[in-house]
């Protein structure tokens, strides 16, 4: 693919939130000043409502032209170029903001949310020591055809975009420009793209633990503690506990409740050695789960934390449904990994 892509970053720039606010001040202005002035030389009062729709059109079609679209000028500045293995987005100067060699060493992650129809894809470069060097975000239409294996499930990927209060956009992923079905095959090609170049991408990932650290590697999760390794086979027997906590919600008086599940695998007549994940789920679960279990508390405290919109999360949970699937098919904690 020679042609280059066009991209904007999600989410609102300060330009945008500053128009949002003269559109609120002019408006009001406008409709004031409409009103009281029929009022005033007619004394009727249907200049308020004339005033209503006259200022709204007027407000709206001032900031598009002074506001917003610079602004979406600005997002749209940036450009994706698939060539010489290289993945790189350039900005309007020409210059390259983040450059990706797809023939040294890089991870994947392509999480999907069926529901929204979208996806969220992840390339980022790796040195010799796997840290993160350049990274691509991208959030895209769930193509038609999918060239490239799915890495995890969302029920949303709202979680990925900057929200209304975050003024600074530019570490938001990328959308793409164009939409419908060239949105379509452009996913599909930049993901077949990526794909055809998978000789050098690893299949390590560094999980976020409170205490310690956890890794998924090609063959299960990798617990390392006190100079020792412990790895949970995805093809070995481990014993599932379950266990369920009310959510601590301070001075929360609105909104859902949740709880906190633990999900334990256990290795045989090894209770200490188990890795425990950390999840949230609708409140009900609490009486479906158990309220106790026998697991050490120092085995909780280096728990991996699965709560964020973090893709490496989403990886973990669907490598959790592949023992619970294998092992324990009829856990009723397999309904909260799949949504």
Known sequence: MNEPIKLRRLGKTGIEQRASIVVIISW????????????????????????????????????????????????AAATLHLDDHYLRVKGDSGIDKIRINLNESHRTMLIRSKGEGRIMFRVEQLDENARNLDRLDLIGPLPMVMPMKISGDAQSLIGFEPGVAKKNIENAPFNLVSSGATADSTMTAILAYVEKHNANRSKIYNLRVKDGAVRLEKDGFVLVRDEKQTTFDFSADFEIACLARRYPHPEKKSGPHLAVIYLAL???????????????????????????????????????????????????????????????PSNPVLEILRH
Request: hydrophobic share 50%; glycine share 4%.
């Open 266 to 328: 256990v290795p045989p007549h090894s209770k200490p050695d188990a890795l425990v994940f950390e999840l949230l789920a609708p409140e009900e679960w609490i009486n479906e789960l158990p309220k106790t279990w026998d697991i050490p508390d120092e085995t909780m405290k280096r728990s991996v934390l699965l709560y964020d919109d973090n893709p490496v999360a989403f990886v973990a949970v669907n490598a959790l449904k592949r023992y619970i699937e294998r092992i324990e």
């Open 28 to 75: 009001t202005i406008l409709w004031a000043a409409v009103g009281f002035n029929v009022l005033f030389w007619l004394d009727e009062w249907h200049g308020f409502f004339w005033g209503f729709i006259l200022s709204g059109v007027a407000s709206v079609l001032g900031t598009w032209i002074l506001f917003a679209r610079p602004s979406t000028r600005r997002k």
